[in-house]
C-alpha cells in the first residue's frame, strides 16, 4: 500500500508494516489501540487520516502492529528537514518505539548535542528524531528537556504501553475516546468520528458549558464520553486498557510563586531577553515565514523583536473591519510602517463572513462561538498566500494582566464596600439598560462569590437564563474554572483569576480557535509569548509589575517603549471582534431566522424554543444585545447541520 507521496516500506526487527510519505514537521495526528486486534486496519487509518489532509497536505504515513491491536496515522505540513529522514511515524526498530507527531520542538538542537554526546547517531536533522531518541534516553521524562508545542502519540512495544503528551499550555490539540475494549485519539475530533465504533453521541452536560462560556471547556468535548487531553499532561494506556495520567508542568507550581525582589530594570531586562530568544527560536524555518499584526501590544511587541532580528523586511497580515469600533488595522498599518515590515491587509466584509461562518465546524469539529474565529480564519487563509509560518502575539493578556476583565473585576472589589441596600439598587438599575456590558456588571455585583461574580463577565450567558434555554441543566461545580481557584487560595484574588484563565480560556478558547483557523489553510501559527519559561517568569513577577494602578500589562509596555514609540503604545485595548450584534439585526438577520426559527428548535430538541423565540425577538428589536447566545446557538446549528447530528425528538 503507497500514500499519496508514493512511498512504501517496511521495517526490519519485530515492526509491523509501516507506510509513509516524504515529510517533516507538523500537522495532524491519530491512531487507535484495540485489545482483540484490527482486521480493518487500512482502511481504517485511511479514513481517519483522510479527515485531517487540511493539517498536513504535503504527505502521510501509518503504522500497524505485528498483532493489529495499534494503528497510528499521520499528516504532515513540511517546515524543517524536507528530506525522508524526517517522515512519520518514525520507527526505532530496535527498541520496539514508534512516534507520531505534531509540533515543534525549539531547541531540538541542543538535546540533540546532548544526545550526540551520549554516542546518540541521528540519520537526518528533524526534531522528530530528536524527540523519539530523547525517549530512549529519559523516558517520558524527556517531556520536561523541550521549549515547544506538541501534542503526540508513543508506541512502546516492548513495555507494551502507548503514551499520549501534550505540551504546557495547550498549544497543540489532543482527544482521546475510551470505549469497551477500543481507544481512539486524534488532533481532531473528525477522526474519531470517521471511526466505525465511535458513538457520536452529543454530551448535554457539554452543551451547557458549551452555552455558558461559548466553547466547550476541556476535559470535556462535546460527544459524550470523549476528552481533551489536559495541557501539561501525560497518558498512559497499558496492554490491559488500563488509562491514567498524570502532570508533567503545571502552571499552578509557578504562578504566584515569588523568587528574590528585584528592580524593576532587571524584571525588564529579563523579560526582554526571554522575548527575544523565544522568538529566535520561532523564526528558525525553512519555508516562508511571517506574522499576524493587529497593532495591539503583544503581535506589536513580538513583530518589533522579529524585525530587530531580520536582516529583511518582515512579512505581515491583518484584518481590518468597515466599522470603526472593531477596526485595528490602522494601528497595525502605522506599527508596520515604522518597524518597515512588508505589510499585507484586507477587510471583513459581511458577505465574505457567511461562508466562514458556515465553514467553521468543518475545522473546528464542536461547536464554537468565539466571534474573533472570523477574522482569525480570514487572516490565515490571507496569510497562507504568502507564507507556511506565522508567529501570534497570543497570551500577553492572560500572563500579564490585560484583559478588560480585569480591570472590571477590580473595580467590582471596591463596589462591595458600598451598602447592600444601595448596591440593589444600582444592579437594578444596570440590568435595566439595553446594553450587553451593563446587564454584565448587574448580574456580577449580585454574586455573592468572586468566582461566580467572574465566570459572569467570562460568560456569555448568566447562569440565571440557562434554564430557560435548555431542557437539562446540571451543576458546574466540578468544571477545571472553578477547581483552579480553589487551588489557589493563598494567591492574590486577580492572581487567582488570572490562573483560572491560562488553565481554562487559554487553552479551551484561543489556542483553540488559532489552531484550527491557522490549520483550516494549513498555516503553523507560533506564539512566542507563550514559550513556558515566559509563563514561569510571569508567574514569579509581583503584581504591581503586571498591573500599576489603571495601567494594565505594565513590565510588557516597557518592553515595547524599547522598541516603538510611546505614541504606538499607549493606547486603550481594542480586542479582536466582529460587530456581530448590528450583523444579527441587519445583513445576517436571515442566519438568525434559519437557525432560530422557533419550529427548527422544537423539533431538534436541543433548546427551549420559548426562551429562544424571547431572546432573539429582544435582540431584533434592539431592546436587549443578547448577540453572544444567539451566535453560540447559530453556532451549534451550524455544527449539528454538518455533522448530521440527530434531533433528541
Same mark, same amino acid.
Given at each position: 500500500?503507497?500514500?499519496?507521496?508514493?512511498?512504501?516500506?517496511?521495517?526490519?526487527?519485530?515492526?509491523?508494516?509501516?507506510?509513509?510519505?516524504?515529510?517533516?514537521?507538523?500537522?495532524?495526528?491519530?491512531?487507535?489501540?484495540?485489545?482483540?486486534?484490527?482486521?480493518?486496519?487500512?482502511?481504517?487509518?485511511?479514513?481517519?487520516?483522510?479527515?485531517?489532509?487540511?493539517?498536513?497536505?504535503?504527505?502521510? +504515513?501509518?503504522?500497524?502492529?505485528?498483532?493489529?491491536?495499534?494503528?497510528?496515522?499521520?499528516?504532515?505540513?513540511?517546515?524543517?528537514?524536507?528530506?525522508?529522514?524526517?517522515?512519520?511515524?518514525?520507527?526505532?526498530?530496535?527498541?520496539?518505539?514508534?512516534?507520531?507527531?505534531? @509540533?515543534?520542538?525549539?531547541?531540538?538542537?541542543?538535546?540533540?548535542?546532548?544526545?550526540?554526546?551520549?554516542?546518540?547517531?541521528?540519520?537526518?536533522?528533524?526534531?522528530?528524531?530528536?524527540?523519539?531518541?530523547?525517549?530512549?534516553?529519559?523516558?517520558?521524562?524527556?517531556?520536561?528537556?523541550?521549549?515547544?508545542?506538541?501534542?503526540?502519540?508513543?508506541?512502546?512495544?516492548?513495555?507494551?504501553?502507548?503514551?499520549?503528551?501534550?505540551?504546557?499550555?495547550?498549544?497543540?490539540?489532543?482527544?482521546?475516546?475510551? @470505549?469497551?475494549?477500543?481507544?481512539?485519539?486524534?488532533?481532531?475530533?473528525?477522526?474519531?468520528?470517521?471511526?466505525?465504533?465511535?458513538?457520536?453521541?452529543?454530551?448535554?452536560?457539554?452543551?451547557?458549558?458549551?452555552?455558558?462560556?461559548?466553547?466547550? *471547556?476541556?476535559?470535556?468535548?462535546?460527544?459524550? @464520553?470523549?476528552?481533551?487531553?489536559?495541557?501539561?499532561?501525560? @497518558?498512559?494506556?497499558?496492554?490491559? +486498557?488500563?488509562?491514567?495520567?498524570?502532570?508533567?508542568?503545571?502552571?499552578?507550581?509557578?504562578?504566584?510563586?515569588?523568587?528574590?525582589?528585584?528592580?524593576?530594570?532587571?524584571?525588564?531586562?529579563?523579560?526582554?531577553?526571554?522575548?527575544?530568544?523565544?522568538?529566535?527560536?520561532?523564526?528558525?524555518?525553512?519555508?516562508?515565514?511571517?506574522?499576524?499584526?493587529?497593532?495591539?501590544?503583544?503581535?506589536?511587541?513580538?513583530?518589533?523583536?522579529?524585525?530587530?532580528?531580520?536582516?529583511?523586511?518582515?512579512?505581515?497580515?491583518?484584518?481590518?473591519?468597515?466599522?470603526?469600533?472593531?477596526?485595528?488595522?490602522?494601528?497595525?498599518?502605522?506599527?508596520?510602517?515604522?518597524?518597515?515590515?512588508?505589510?499585507?491587509?484586507?477587510?471583513?466584509? *459581511?458577505?465574505?463572513?457567511?461562508?466562514?461562518?458556515?465553514?467553521?465546524?468543518?475545522?473546528?469539529?464542536?461547536?464554537?462561538?468565539?466571534?474573533?474565529?472570523? *477574522?482569525?480564519?480570514?487572516?490565515?487563509?490571507?496569510?497562507?498566500?504568502?507564507?507556511?509560518?506565522?508567529?501570534?502575539?497570543?497570551?500577553? #493578556?492572560?500572563?500579564?494582566?490585560?484583559?478588560?476583565?480585569?480591570?472590571?473585576?477590580?473595580?467590582? +472589589?471596591?463596589?462591595?464596600?458600598?451598602?447592600?441596600?444601595?448596591?440593589?439598587?444600582?444592579?437594578?438599575?444596570?440590568?435595566?439598560?439595553?446594553?450587553?456590558?451593563?446587564?454584565?456588571?448587574?448580574?456580577?455585583?449580585?454574586?455573592?462569590?468572586?468566582?461566580?461574580?467572574?465566570?459572569?463577565?467570562? +460568560?456569555?450567558?448568566?447562569?440565571?437564563?440557562?434554564?430557560?434555554?435548555?431542557?437539562?441543566?446540571?451543576?458546574?461545580?466540578?468544571?477545571?474554572?472553578?477547581?483552579?481557584?480553589?487551588?489557589?487560595?493563598?494567591?492574590?484574588?486577580?492572581?487567582?483569576?488570572?490562573?483560572?484563565?491560562?488553565?481554562?480560556?487559554?487553552?479551551?478558547?484561543?489556542?483553540?480557535?488559532?489552531?484550527?483557523?491557522?490549520?483550516?489553510?494549513?498555516?503553523?501559527?507560533?506564539?512566542?509569548?507563550?514559550?513556558?519559561?515566559?509563563?514561569?517568569?510571569?508567574?514569579?513577577?509581583?503584581?504591581?509589575?503586571?498591573?500599576?494602578?489603571?495601567?494594565?500589562?505594565?513590565?510588557?509596555?516597557?518592553?515595547?517603549?524599547?522598541?516603538?514609540?510611546?505614541?504606538?503604545?499607549?493606547?486603550?485595548?481594542?480586542?479582536?471582534?466582529?460587530?456581530?450584534?448590528?450583523?444579527?439585526?441587519?445583513?445576517?438577520?436571515?442566519?438568525?431566522?434559519?437557525?432560530? #426559527?422557533?419550529?427548527?428548535?422544537?423539533?431538534?430538541?436541543?433548546?427551549?424554543?420559548?426562551?429562544?423565540?424571547?431572546?432573539?425577538?429582544?435582540?431584533?428589536?434592539?431592546?436587549?444585545?443578547?448577540?453572544?447566545?444567539?451566535?453560540?446557538?447559530?453556532?451549534?446549528?451550524?455544527?449539528?447541520?454538518?455533522?448530521?447530528?440527530?434531533?433528541?425528538?
Amino acid at each position: 500500500m503507497a500514500t499519496e507521496s508514493g512511498d512504501s516500506l517496511t521495517t526490519r526487527g519485530n515492526l509491523s508494516t509501516l507506510i509513509r510519505g516524504k515529510d517533516t514537521e507538523m500537522c495532524g495526528i491519530a491512531g487507535f489501540f484495540r485489545q482483540s486486534g484490527e482486521p480493518e486496519a487500512e482502511r481504517i487509518l485511511a479514513q481517519m487520516a483522510g479527515t485531517m489532509r487540511h493539517r498536513g497536505p504535503d504527505a502521510g +504515513g501509518v503504522y500497524i502492529s505485528p498483532d493489529r491491536k495499534v494503528g497510528l496515522c499521520h499528516r504532515r505540513l513540511a517546515i524543517l528537514d524536507l528530506s525522508e529522514s524526517g517522515a512519520q511515524p518514525m520507527a526505532d526498530p530496535e527498541d520496539a518505539i514508534v512516534l507520531s507527531y505534531n @509540533g515543534e520542538v525549539y531547541n531540538f538542537r541542543e538535546v540533540r548535542e546532548e544526545l550526540s554526546s551520549l554516542g546518540y547517531r541521528f540519520r537526518g536533522t528533524s526534531d522528530t528524531e530528536v524527540l523519539l531518541a530523547a525517549y530512549r534516553q529519559w523516558g517520558i521524562g524527556c517531556l520536561s528537556r523541550f521549549i515547544g508545542m506538541f501534542a503526540f502519540a508513543l508506541w512502546d512495544g516492548k513495555a507494551g504501553k502507548l503514551f499520549l503528551a501534550r505540551d504546557r499550555l495547550g498549544i497543540k490539540p489532543l482527544y482521546y475516546y475510551r @470505549g469497551s475494549g477500543f481507544f481512539l485519539f486524534g488532533s481532531e475530533l473528525k477522526p474519531l468520528i470517521a471511526h466505525p465504533s465511535f458513538p457520536g453521541d452529543v454530551d448535554r452536560s457539554a452543551l451547557q458549558y458549551y452555552l455558558q462560556f461559548m466553547y466547550v *471547556p476541556g476535559p470535556h468535548s462535546i460527544f459524550a @464520553g470523549c476528552r481533551k487531553l489536559a495541557p501539561g499532561h501525560v @497518558g498512559v494506556l497499558s496492554g490491559d +486498557g488500563h488509562w491514567e495520567t498524570f502532570p508533567f508542568w503545571d502552571v499552578l507550581d509557578h504562578w504566584g510563586k515569588k523568587g528574590e525582589a528585584r528592580s524593576e530594570t532587571e524584571y525588564e531586562e529579563e523579560l526582554e531577553e526571554l522575548i527575544r530568544s523565544s522568538v529566535r527560536y520561532r523564526m528558525i524555518s525553512d519555508v516562508p515565514l511571517g506574522a499576524f499584526l493587529s497593532g495591539g501590544i503583544d503581535s506589536s511587541l513580538v513583530v518589533s523583536v522579529m524585525q530587530s532580528e531580520s536582516s529583511l523586511p518582515v512579512q505581515t497580515f491583518s484584518i481590518g473591519f468597515r466599522e470603526r469600533g472593531f477596526d485595528e488595522s490602522p494601528h497595525a498599518r502605522r506599527v508596520a510602517g515604522y518597524l518597515g515590515t512588508d505589510h499585507h491587509e484586507e477587510i471583513c466584509e *459581511p458577505a465574505e463572513a457567511i461562508p466562514i461562518i458556515r465553514q467553521l465546524p468543518e475545522f473546528y469539529d464542536e461547536p464554537f462561538a468565539d466571534p474573533s474565529a472570523i *477574522p482569525t480564519m480570514m487572516v490565515s487563509r490571507f496569510a497562507r498566500r504568502f507564507v507556511t509560518v506565522s508567529l501570534s502575539g497570543d497570551g500577553g #493578556d492572560e500572563l500579564f494582566c490585560g484583559y478588560p476583565r480585569y480591570a472590571w473585576y477590580r473595580s467590582l +472589589g471596591l463596589f462591595g464596600a458600598i451598602p447592600a441596600p444601595v448596591r440593589r439598587g444600582i444592579t437594578g438599575v444596570l440590568y435595566r439598560v439595553p446594553n450587553r456590558r451593563a446587564k454584565k456588571a448587574a448580574v456580577s455585583l449580585s454574586q455573592a462569590r468572586s468566582i461566580d461574580a467572574y465566570r459572569n463577565l467570562v +460568560g456569555i450567558c448568566e447562569k440565571e437564563r440557562i434554564p430557560a434555554l435548555l431542557p437539562h441543566v446540571v451543576d458546574d461545580g466540578t468544571l477545571p474554572f472553578y477547581a483552579t481557584y480553589d487551588q489557589t487560595e493563598e494567591l492574590e484574588e486577580l492572581e487567582r483569576l488570572m490562573a483560572v484563565d491560562i488553565r481554562t480560556y487559554l487553552p479551551d478558547d484561543i489556542l483553540a480557535k488559532v489552531d484550527r483557523a491557522s490549520m483550516a489553510y494549513s498555516l503553523e501559527a507560533r506564539v512566542p509569548l507563550l514559550d513556558h519559561r515566559i509563563v514561569e517568569f510571569a508567574g514569579r513577577l509581583p503584581l504591581g509589575y503586571k498591573v500599576r494602578r489603571q495601567n494594565q500589562k505594565f513590565l510588557l509596555k516597557r518592553v515595547l517603549h524599547r522598541l516603538l514609540p510611546r505614541e504606538l503604545v499607549d493606547r486603550p485595548k481594542m480586542g479582536f471582534g466582529v460587530p456581530l450584534d448590528r450583523w444579527f439585526r441587519d445583513e445576517l438577520r436571515s442566519l438568525v431566522r434559519e437557525y432560530l #426559527d422557533g419550529a427548527r428548535i422544537r423539533r431538534e430538541g436541543y433548546f427551549l424554543a420559548d426562551g429562544v423565540e424571547t431572546m432573539v425577538g429582544e435582540h431584533l428589536s434592539g431592546r436587549r444585545n443578547h448577540f453572544m447566545p444567539i451566535w453560540a446557538m447559530i453556532q451549534f446549528g451550524v455544527w449539528k447541520e454538518h455533522f448530521k447530528i440527530g434531533n433528541t425528538r
